[in-house]
């Protein structure tokens, strides 16, 4: 069936580095995609979205990237803080029935 | 804070019981959202209102879930007859519904635990 997923299940990265995040997705017809941030004991955070008509959208140190050929998302976080450590989801929303995949774990090491 | 609120945050119950989930929204957003999340795992959609009215809810997991929003505002989550495998966390989210998209906030959630 459909699905979205990450690659990876944890990183760490050192403080100051730039963090990278993947997710695939399996859905073609999905046309807009959400990044959450997840703290322990609390509820998921938006972070940025993107729609499929685009392949960058920035924000404030976070950069989403979007590849449809290979069906691909990338959440880019620039000069990660300790703030940062989390689990980070990836999102696929159709007509607001939002599917997450499992998450990423981001460990940020001072 | 006018974020999204839930109650309680915590609750344990003993296999069984029933037990009922509180979400106060957002105050202009017509669509609540309800997800449930277990460890490790991404939330999983069970059900939304627009308003008071359930648009979808084929996927809460059994028969003996349950959602109301009556006025259109609050909502509630019941779970009849709880079982150990219903422990999880319960999400709730809301959102102004613009056209097909559209960023849906989160409230804190309510971690269930069944013993």
């Known amino acids: 069936g459909e699905s979205v997923g990450l690659h990876l299940p944890t990183l760490s990265v050192q403080e100051g580095d730039n963090s990278i995040i993947n997710c695939a997705y399996s859905n073609s017809a999905s046309d807009y995609f959400i990044w959450y941030k997840q703290e322990s004991g609390k509820g998921p955070q938006f972070i940025i979205d993107i729609r499929s008509n685009m392949d960058k959208r920035q924000g404030q140190r976070v950069t989403v990237l979007l590849n449809k050929t290979v069906k691909h998302l990338s959440l880019q976080i620039a000069a990660t803080q300790p703030g940062d450590s989390a689990v980070y989801f990836c999102?696929?929303?159709?007509?607001?029935?939002?599917?997450f995949g499992a998450g990423t774990r981001l460990t940020v090491k001072p | 804070d006018t974020g999204v609120s839930q109650n309680p945050r915590h609750k344990i119950t003993k296999r069984g019981q029933n037990v009922t989930f509180r979400c106060d929204p957002i105050s202009e957003h017509n669509r609540l959202y309800w997800y449930r999340q277990t460890l490790g795992q991404g939330p999983e959609f069970l059900t939304y209102f627009q308003n008071e009215a359930q648009l979808e809810k084929s996927r809460l997991l059994s028969d003996r879930f349950s959602a109301e929003r009556p006025k259109g505002s609050f909502s509630t989550l019941e779970i009849q007859r709880t079982e150990q495998g219903d422990s999880a966390m319960y999400l709730c989210a809301s959102n102004e519904y613009v056209g097909r998209r559209g960023e849906q906030f989160f409230g804190p959630g309510t971690r269930l635990t069944v013993l």
């Open positions: 999102a696929e929303n159709e007509d607001n029935d939002m599917r």
